[in-house]
């Protein structure tokens, strides 16, 4: 069963059409990547995936619960990591997973679970205890992705999960997605960065204008086209 | 329910950091220690003050007057036919007043007769006021004590009170339908002194609290946690609740600090002024005192003003991009809190032009700031009435703040969007 079927997907904001006739489906612990230049469609379809926005056209169901009409149900089931995301400077790492945590359970103890794993994931040693405001950017993105991940959700998304930072950081957040969906976690992210997905993604969607141009795996589409990386499928698709 | 509170709590640890609670503590600080300050002025006010007395007339009229000027709450430092001291030099005296040479010789004359005075006035503030009067109203007192005198000389069987104010009023007060015998003034200054603070902390309280709000979303805006927080298994409608109570919470702590410090202030006014049995005896007959059934009716006024201004800041805080845009987008709200506020402060509502009443009713406000001075006057209905009608406000915001931030627009809004719509 897919745990993510988007279908004939449209969102507009007046007369600009930010994404037309968008679908693809993710299956459990599969990692899905939406590649495109900025501007191309990319968070809205997130935000969209993620209850945020409310589709023009279209459907979303997260593993059969239809977004729009039950958006409570599959808000339990998803977890999505904004591009630009901060957490509470007010609070220290592990406060701030702690009210994280208390928004997705009543359960003390499952609470308290999911704390514990997020701090394993994030991996900051005795940073979680200090105040967020006090992180570096690479610290805070991993905070955020440990987050996103403590709950074992059915889908994760991330938008541009290793955006603005360094090569060990980028490295250190691929290596915990790619863990996480060894759990099951089906995980949507978007990233500009070709090698990343190509490292990442078992399968990827070329999105340029608001559409899809183009789905598959990243060696099926490389051989498709002829080319040697992402980035000249990436040229070719654009271009044509 | 839970998550209700963890939300409150994540809400109140953002709203209440040392940003907010050093202004809080040191308002408290600071009007209590006005109030100290304000209140030995007063006392300083009312001990005798010293005045240099030069007697150029060195005459049995003129040491007469200097006599009457020492029962006078004056004290009194006498010189005889000396210069005009240097008023550039320190001088510990609040005033000079010369008698010159021929006062006495004119007020045996029965003609006028002149002293000269001069008030070192050393400050204009309120504190200072009394200086400026010091040395008129001794004067007055020797005049009343001398007209008094001459009276008793050309009409020794007469009254000298009855003749001089031949006419006496005995002052009688209508309030709500209800008369006491009693100077109007007095029961005005009574009242006066017990509202004359609110209308400040009701403005200062309702204001914070729409800045809290706003500020709150801005916040969620500026650290970019707005999104997450959408995301995540819970209802729009909580986090709007969570986010109003939290504010309504700390602008309540702040309405308590103020309170506190302006009570500090006013108790330095009114202090040594103790309310008469007489005012007391009037105020309990003409039902001035507030019943627990009207400080309910005060306080519904007030949770109801609250929330409104909550509800419409929360809808202002929806276009705000980050914490510095809050001040702009909060202006509309302190507008409508400006106008009642310094109606209910200079004016009577009742008696301006229609057109005013009509705008003043219109805004919810107007009736929370009125809530007080109709309660006092028995006008309940009129209380109740406005309350309604800011619960009318407050849900019309609450579901337009509801509407937009189950919408695209809660994310999509910003001040700049709303200044090109202009």
New interface residues.
Partial sequence: MNVLTVDHLAKS?GVAQAVSNVSFTIGEGEIFALVGPNGAGKSTTL?MI?????PTAGTIAVAGHDVQKEA?KV??L?????E????????SGREYLH??A???T?DSTKRREYVQRAEEIANLGDKITAKVSTYSKGMTRKL?LA?AMMTSPKLAILDEPTSGLDVLNSLDIRHIIHDLTKQGTAVLLSSHNMLEIEYLSDRIGLIVGGKIKETGRPQDIKARHDAKNLEEVFLKVASA | MKRFWVLLVKELRELLTPQTIIPIVLVVIVFMGLGKVISQQAKLQGQPQPVLVIDDDDSAASAGVVELLQHANLTVTLKKQAALPDFAQPLNQKAVIIIPAGFGKALGAGQPARLESYTIQNGFSIARLADSALVSGAVAQVNAALSASRLHQALPHADPAATLAPVKNNEHIVVAGKAANISPAKIVTYLNSQIAFVPVILFIVILFAGQMVATAMANEKENKTLETLLSVPISRTTIVAAKMLAAGIVASITAIAYVYGLHSIQSSFTGSQTVDAATTAAINQLGLNLSLHSYLLLGLALFLGILTALAIALVLGAFADNIKSVQSLIMPLMVLLMIPYLASMVTDIQTLPRVFQIILYLIPFTYTFQALPNLYVHNDSLVLLGSAYELACFIGFILLAAKLFSSDQILTLRLGWLIRKR
């Avoid at chain 1, 998803?78 to 904004?82: F, S, V």
């Avoid at chain 1, 630009?84 to 609070?91: I, V």
Wanted: charge should be positive; proline fraction near 3%; avoid cysteine.
């Fill in positions: 904001y935000r993620a209850t945020i926005l409310r409570a808000r339990e998803i977890t999505y990591l904004p630009e995301s901060g957490a509470y400077k007010a609070l009210f994280m208390g928004l997705y009543n955020l987050r």
